[in-house]
């Protein structure tokens, strides 16, 4: 059943939906919630509770079960509906590998305005530029295989600015990093935010981390969606806090609850 959503005069995303694999259970269950331009917002969740799975879904990647989504006042349901969106949107893809596919790092940054139509002067201008604001002046050249996992990403990075996004979905970004990049990855994104106004939607498994970038954070649980089936848990939003007005004990709950790593169904059968 559809889940009528509110108009979204000032949002970017507006999101009412339920995602299930085929024979299997609910991934999402009835989410239920509106990104606001400007947002800065972290979502963090146990592992397996569908975060990438939404990542997907508003980009088209994937389709929703049931429900609405709504981006930029429009409905997205068709795949030709979906052509601005991948304009406006820029996606960061939690392994680094599956966005670097040129021999070059130039060519690399490059591929994004081109496919937007720009002249390959322009491209490589904005190529450019990207580069140097993100620290990686002299990279152009470099054969992109050989760089180090911190610089992969960067570059990652530059290849989603290049193409200049209203909003930034960040997939686990800084997972994989040493805690040096890690927290100089942080000050880029505050950085980046503060310059450009740039919203940012960034799933994250760290608590600290969605509270220090974050102006918002959306915490996913999986919630029973079958009385009968003890396996049948589909994640839905179970808290939405605002930065900066949560209280000591909500932030310990939400912690205790990300950092378990025992499947609900193991819960349920030990009940």
Same mark, same amino acid.
């Given at each position: 059943?559809?889940?009528?959503?509110?108009?979204?005069?000032?949002?970017?995303?507006?999101?009412?939906?339920?995602?299930?694999?085929?024979? +299997?259970?609910?991934? &999402?269950?009835? =989410?239920?919630?509106? !990104?606001?331009?400007?947002?800065? /917002?972290? #979502?963090?969740?146990?592992?397996?509770?569908?975060?990438?799975?939404?990542?997907?879904?508003?980009?088209?990647?994937?389709?929703?079960?049931?429900?609405?989504?709504?981006?930029?006042?429009?409905?997205?349901?068709?795949?030709?509906?979906?052509?601005?969106?991948?304009?406006?949107?820029?996606?960061?893809?939690?392994?680094?590998?599956?966005?670097?596919?040129?021999?070059?790092?130039?060519?690399?940054?490059?591929?994004?305005?081109?496919?937007?139509?720009?002249?390959?002067?322009?491209?490589?201008?904005?190529?450019?530029?990207?580069?140097?604001?993100?620290?990686?002046?002299?990279?152009?050249?470099?054969?992109?295989?050989?760089?180090?996992? +911190?610089?992969?990403? &960067?570059?990652? =990075?530059?290849?989603? !600015?290049?193409?200049?996004?209203? /909003?930034? #979905?960040?997939?686990?970004?800084?997972?994989?990093?040493?805690?040096?990049?890690?927290?100089?990855?942080?000050?880029?994104?505050?950085?980046?935010?503060?310059?450009?106004?740039?919203?940012?939607?960034?799933?994250?498994?760290?608590?600290?981390?969605?509270?220090?970038?974050?102006?918002?954070?959306?915490?996913?649980?999986?919630?029973?969606?079958?009385?009968?089936?003890?396996?049948?848990?589909?994640?839905?939003?179970?808290?939405?806090?605002?930065?900066?007005?949560?209280?000591?004990?909500?932030?310990?709950?939400?912690?205790?609850?990300?950092?378990?790593?025992?499947?609900?169904?193991?819960?349920?059968?030990?009940?």
């Amino acid at each position: 059943m559809d889940r009528p959503l509110r108009t979204c005069r000032r949002q970017c995303i507006c999101v009412g939906q339920s995602r299930r694999y085929p024979d +299997g259970p609910p991934v &999402l269950n009835e =989410l239920d919630f509106r !990104l606001h331009r400007g947002n800065r /917002i972290g #979502l963090i969740a146990p592992n397996g509770s569908g975060k990438t799975t939404l990542l997907h879904i508003i980009m088209g990647l994937l389709k929703p079960s049931s429900g609405k989504l709504e981006i930029f006042g429009r409905p997205v349901r068709e795949e030709k509906d979906f052509a601005d969106v991948r304009r406006r949107i820029g996606l960061l893809f939690q392994d680094a590998d599956d966005q670097l596919f040129s021999p070059t790092v130039l060519e690399d940054v490059a591929f994004g305005p081109l496919n937007l139509g720009k002249s390959k002067t322009d491209a490589v201008q904005i190529a450019r530029k990207t580069l140097d604001f993100l620290g990686l002046a002299g990279f152009e050249d470099r054969i992109t295989f050989k760089l180090s996992g +911190g610089e992969k990403r &960067l570059v990652s =990075l530059a290849t989603v !600015l290049a193409m200049e996004p209203e /909003i930034l #979905l960040l997939d686990e970004p800084f997972g994989a990093l040493d805690p040096g990049i890690r927290s100089d990855m942080h000050e880029l994104i505050l950085d980046l935010w503060q310059q450009t106004g740039l919203t940012v939607f960034m799933i994250t498994h760290d608590l600290q981390e969605g509270f220090y970038l974050g102006t918002r954070l959306l915490v996913f649980d999986k919630v029973r969606t079958d009385a009968q089936a003890l396996g049948a848990y589909g994640a839905t939003v179970t808290y939405d806090l605002s930065i900066g007005s949560t209280s000591g004990s909500t932030i310990d709950g939400i912690r205790k609850r990300v950092e378990e790593d025992v499947p609900r169904a193991m819960e349920a059968a030990a009940l």
